[in-house]
């Protein structure tokens, strides 16, 4: 099998192009002060977007993903611990799924 010399270099170049805009964010992040505001906005982000992925899953399902979600909410709570959490919430959903069919 044989790769085409043209897609090669486009992917090792978008490839390029993509570590630098990350990286170069970081790079750029350290010569910018931040306020205790804005680094509170920064650090609420992920729950932010985890809340948007999840919530419609959820919603459109129906009570087993809705009970996993708050099985999962109940351990992060409990534990402070994301995987903890994480484990509680999908074991519950797919022992749930298993229960009741």
Partial sequence: MSIDSVAL???LAMTAITYAT????????????LSGRVEAW????????I???V?????????IEALG??????????????LVAIIVGIGSVALLRQVFP
């Avoid at 990350?22 to 002060?33: E, K, Q």
């Avoid at 920064?42 to 977007?49: F, N, Q, R």
């Avoid at 919530?55 to 009570?63: C, E, Y």
């Fill in 9 to 11: 270099y486009t992917i």
């Fill in 22 to 33: 990350r990286a170069g964010g970081f790079w750029l992040m350290r010569f910018v002060p």
């Fill in 42 to 49: 920064l650090k609420s982000i992920p729950g932010a977007v």
């Fill in 51 to 53: 809340a948007a992925v």
């Fill in 55 to 63: 919530a419609p899953a959820v919603f459109a399902s129906g009570w």
């Fill in 69 to 82: 979600l708050l099985l999962a909410v109940i351990a992060i709570r409990v534990t402070r611990q994301e």
